[in-house]
């Protein structure tokens, strides 16, 4: 596929990519481990504009009516909508391996065998503090963050043989490892690991771009899933393209700039699997732009290919 098809779906949404829910259902969600969400940075640093969540067992995300869509099976990409009364529904889409994929925490064998007792640490040290006082707090006592100054050294922390992490040639901003802690039998283990890039990927105009690699461990959900979270009024197209062996499961999203007028937001994310791995890819730009967009979408498929 050429890139100047591979974003041409976005003016031709096919309405029959959306399931639309029992308007009058109510969605649950109980504490996220991870969401990132939108805004403009410091120097003009466009954030991702959707949450992600990651579902685990630990953190479990309930919308009403997925569970039975996501059972029809079909494209990876689950796309359902939930209406709000007054315009402020969400539409969510859920990425869905065709298999579970779990990582076995006896694989990573990398420092990242300390985080438990870290985790641990800092759950105690929050249930010490007086339940008033940590009802004020936004803490989440059972994530741990840490940043790294270069890739090479967050993938040494973690220490998974398998993870091929796909490495474009810009500048990164930033690297961070998120860990959700969780009991289990024998103490406090791992369920989910969430590797975050953001890269630089323009000079003029800065533009950036984003790679999550993300690993369910054996006490994760055995439902455990990538989950976006966009307005109900965002217009959404997907597409599948397979690349050396891979399927990618692509998303395009087009939505008003809340930052100018009149103006669009684009943006593209790219899903796949390697080696129990789930990959995200998340790109934003506008018109202008699309041609620097597109490239870089391709060099990032093309770039995974290879490992």
Same mark, same amino acid.
């Given at each position: ?18 399931? $639309?829910? &029992?308007?009058?259902? !109510?969605? %649950? ?10 805004? +403009?940075? /410091? ?81 105690? $040290?929050? &249930?010490?503090?007086? !339940?008033? %006082? ?10 741990? +963050?840490? /940043? ?160």
């Amino acid at each position: 596929m050429k890139s100047e098809q591979l974003l041409n779906a976005l003016n031709n949404i096919d309405d029959s990519l959306i399931e $639309e829910t &029992n308007p009058f259902q !109510e969605e %649950e969600i109980t504490k996220p481990v991870l969401q990132v969400t939108g805004g +403009t940075g /410091k120097g003009g640093k466009r954030k991702m504009r959707k949450g992600i969540l990651l579902v685990a067992v630990c953190a479990v995300l309930l919308f009403s009516g997925v569970a039975a869509y996501a059972a029809t099976g079909g494209d990876l990409l689950k796309i359902v909508r939930h209406k709000g009364t007054d315009g402020d529904g969400e539409t969510t889409v859920e990425y869905q391996p065709l298999e579970q994929p779990v990582v076995q925490m006896s694989s990573l064998r990398g420092e990242i065998q300390n985080a438990p007792a870290e985790i641990k640490k800092q759950v105690d $040290e929050f &249930n010490a503090i007086p !339940e008033m %006082e940590r009802m004020a707090l936004s803490t989440m006592p059972d994530v741990l +963050t840490k /940043k790294f100054d270069t890739l090479e050294a967050a993938i040494d922390y973690i220490g998974y043989d398998q993870l091929n992490f796909p490495k474009l040639n810009y500048p990164t901003e930033d690297v961070h490892i998120d860990m959700l802690g969780c009991k289990t039998a024998d103490g406090y283990s791992l369920s989910t690991i969430s590797l975050d890039t953001m890269q630089q990927y323009r000079q003029g105009g800065i533009r950036y771009c984003q790679t999550i690699a993300t690993i369910f461990t054996e006490n994760a959900n055995a439902s455990s899933a990538m989950i976006l979270a966009l307005s109900e009024k965002v217009k959404l197209a997907q597409e599948q393209r397979v690349a050396d062996g891979r399927t990618f499961s692509i998303l395009h999203t087009n939505e008003p700039d809340p930052y100018n007028e009149g103006a669009k937001v684009l943006s593209t994310e790219v899903f796949t699997t390697d080696n129990n791995v789930v990959y995200l890819f998340h790109i934003s730009y506008d018109e202008a732009n699309r041609a620097d967009a597109e490239a870089v979408i391709e060099e990032w498929i093309n770039s995974f290919s290879g490992n």
